[in-house]
């Protein structure tokens, strides 16, 4: 369950962020990009897999089934997230935002297993730490921008990192086959939901949305692994001299 969600995070994420590129973010570097031709080859066979099957199915979840069970569903899921978060944060010498997030899981679980996240009722915040912010902080490049359909933009490094949640997540773990599915396909259908507005954003307000989704999810990754303050790009480094 949370496997998946996790290996949907950084399209997610993209999504997310691109309301902030709206207000104007400067070009990720095409050396990010390497592969840029087939990316773009990519990103087309999403539009049209995501578009004709994924997103109706998205909006279907979010029509008939009632927003509180939703919010209990992507509680759930965050909940399981906000532990491997805590064992990120230990991994990286972030023993406060460690200490956070499995408080926010014994909290959440007591109450009705992570159905209700009561922890940001009170305050307590998800350090959202990952394994492709660890390997960061131990010094693995970030290594080639890519796109996976159905799975969105990520790099080497994140992808890597993906692979290892998914690797020690709770659901590969799971015997009976048909559950295991069913949840890895909630998870999917869970996450897909959430990005529906989001999406809508990049359709409207993007003249290239490649680009656009692009830059925005390499903003967003160097500014989690920064904990919000990134040092200047070489780039702009070179610029000030």
Known sequence: MSAC???????????????????GCAAAPSKDDPFEPMNRAMFDVNDVVDGNVVKPIA??????VPKLVRTGVTNVFNNIDDFFSGINGLLQGKTEKAGNDFGRVLLNTICVLGLFDVASDLGIERGNEDFGQTFAVWG???GPYLFVPLFG???VRDGTGVLVRLYAGPVGF??????RNSLYGLGYVDL????LDAGEVVNTGALDRYLFIRNAYLQRRRYLVYD????PAIEEIEEQQ
């Open 192 to 195: 897909r939901a959430q990005a």
């Open 140 to 142: 693995f490049p970030q």
């Open 5 to 23: 969600r996790f290996s949907l995070r950084p399209l997610h994420a993209a999504l997310l962020a691109a309301t902030l590129a709206l207000t």
């Open 153 to 155: 933009p990520t790099t």
């Open 228 to 231: 919000g303050n990134p040092p």
């Open 174 to 179: 799971i015997p009976f086959v048909p559950l």
């Open 59 to 64: 909006e279907l979840y979010v029509k008939a």
